[in-house]
């Protein structure tokens, strides 16, 4: 199992898409609520949910890494999801112990990711019927097994057009959420023409049902300067109009405004503007190495008042 493109290609902020007409969302939580939600479990590390730092003045979201819609054999299977993240340490049992221990920990999966086995994975559905169905069931059980509270949106790779897409997922979330599977649902794009497309399409459609837009900002180029990413936000904010768009980093560095080059200075400045809605990190399985320290950095941030 691989993680998320480190190589993502890097294109020019997004002039070309409109901001959507659609109308902003209410708030789903409190305003004063502070959002810190970090990937875990797809470059097995060993990394457990309890190795992570949780301050519990936010409302954190743990995101397992991934549910892929591919058999072992790496090939597709029209939506019958199978767990690909490190359930031997992220195990359902896992999942309750961190849940009951700290009552402000909630428990997602995410969909789709950069590539399973070395293959890249596609969103690639035979028909909108049958994806959705198998998506719901698969899925379904999954959640319920795992005692989870929400999906995030990650594919990266696409084998049919937006409108298909924004179709399949949009009816997806409506059902989970409907059924009272899920309470909450995310996408996670980044500045890449066809990723912006399929994902705005999705949004202009169904941004109502998506509380949170775990924007890539470590898509940019490594040597993001503080204001350079302060436009992104702010860009994407537009093209993702009335969502909670939230500031992200790359535990390693290797792409985007690193912490050690001034992501909490943009954090601090967009908190001072009330447009900080939260933070999200590209991965536990690499901040383990380092301490967790820009894991604690984050939700002393978020937790501080301003």
């Known amino acids: 199992m691989s993680n998320m493109s480190q190589s993502l290609s890097s294109s020019s902020p997004f002039s070309s898409f409109k901001p959507s007409s659609h109308p902003p969302h209410e708030s789903k939580q409190p305003q004063q609520t502070q959002i810190f939600r970090e990937y875990i479990g797809a470059k097995f590390k060993n990394v457990k949910f309890s190795d992570v730092p949780i301050n519990p003045n936010v409302e954190f979201h743990f995101i397992l890494s991934f549910a892929i819609d591919y058999d072992t054999s790496s090939s597709p299977t029209n939506r019958k999801f199978n767990v690909f993240w490190d359930s031997d340490n992220l195990s359902p049992s896992q999942v309750s112990s961190i849940k009951n221990q700290h009552s402000n920990v909630r428990v997602a999966l995410s969909l789709g990711g950069d590539t399973v086995n070395s293959v890249y994975a596609y969103f690639k559905p035979s028909s909108m019927d049958s994806w959705v169905s198998n998506a719901v069931s698969s899925?379904?059980?999954?959640?319920?097994?795992?005692?989870?509270?929400?999906?995030?949106?990650?594919?990266?790779?696409?084998?049919?057009?937006?409108?298909?897409?924004?179709?399949?997922?949009?009816?997806?979330?409506?059902?989970?959420?409907?059924?009272?599977?899920?309470?909450?649902?995310?996408?996670?794009?980044?500045?890449?023409?066809?990723?912006?497309?399929?994902?705005?399409?999705?949004?202009?459609?169904?941004?109502?049902?998506?509380?949170y837009v775990?924007?890539?900002?470590?898509?940019?180029?490594?040597?993001?300067?503080?204001?350079?990413?302060?436009?992104?936000?702010?860009?994407?904010?537009?093209?993702?109009?009335?969502?909670?768009?939230?500031?992200?980093?790359?535990?390693?560095?290797?792409?985007?405004?690193?912490?050690?080059?001034?992501?909490?200075?943009?954090?601090?400045?967009?908190?001072?503007?009330?447009?900080?809605?939260?933070?999200?990190?590209?991965?536990?399985?690499?901040?383990?190495?380092?301490?967790?320290?820009?894991?604690?950095?984050?939700?002393?941030?978020?937790?501080?008042?301003?």
């Not at 899920?182 to 509380?211: E, M």
């Not at 900080?276 to 002393?300: C, M, P, T």
């Open 139 to 211: 899925l379904t059980s999954i959640i319920q097994q795992y005692n989870l509270d929400g999906i995030d949106i990650n594919y990266e790779h696409f084998s049919a057009d937006p409108d298909t897409f924004s179709e399949c997922i949009g009816r997806l979330i409506t059902t989970l959420k409907n059924n009272g599977v899920i309470s909450f649902a995310s996408i996670a794009p980044f500045d890449d023409d066809q990723v912006q497309s399929h994902y705005l399409a999705l949004w202009k459609s169904y941004g109502d049902l998506i509380d």
């Open 214 to 306: 775990n924007f890539q900002f470590y898509g940019y180029d490594q040597g993001t300067t503080v204001s350079q990413f302060i436009n992104y936000f702010k860009t994407q904010s537009s093209n993702y109009n009335g969502g909670k768009v939230l500031a992200s980093f790359i535990s390693d560095g290797s792409r985007g405004l690193s912490p050690e080059n001034g992501f909490f200075t943009a954090c601090d400045r967009l908190k001072s503007e009330q447009q900080l809605h939260g933070i999200f990190v590209w991965s536990a399985d690499d901040s383990k190495e380092i301490g967790f320290r820009y894991e604690e950095q984050s939700q002393n941030l978020l937790a501080t008042p301003h």
